[in-house]
């Protein structure tokens, strides 16, 4: 068995680790930036592994993406 601990998501599909929390932000920003994105992410220190991951967090962000795609065209 590994030393490290792997860290499944409901899935099954392993989650994606960061080694700093530095990364794991940036990796968060760039999938907030995806008009695609439903949920805003945000990155978190698991107490499974101790590595870092990106995870959902409630607040809703397709509204903001429509709300900014209508402003635009105006």
Known sequence: MSALRQCINAN??????HNSFE???KAAHKMNGNP??????????CNI????HTGRNKHNILLHHTQNIYNNEK
Do not use: P, R, S
């Not at 099954?12 to 680790?17: L, P, S, T, V």
């Open 12 to 17: 099954g599909i392993h989650k994606a680790m």
């Open 23 to 25: 990364d794991a932000v």
């Open 36 to 45: 695609k994105t439903i949920w805003a992410q945000v990155a978190y220190k």
């Open 49 to 52: 592994c101790y590595k870092f």
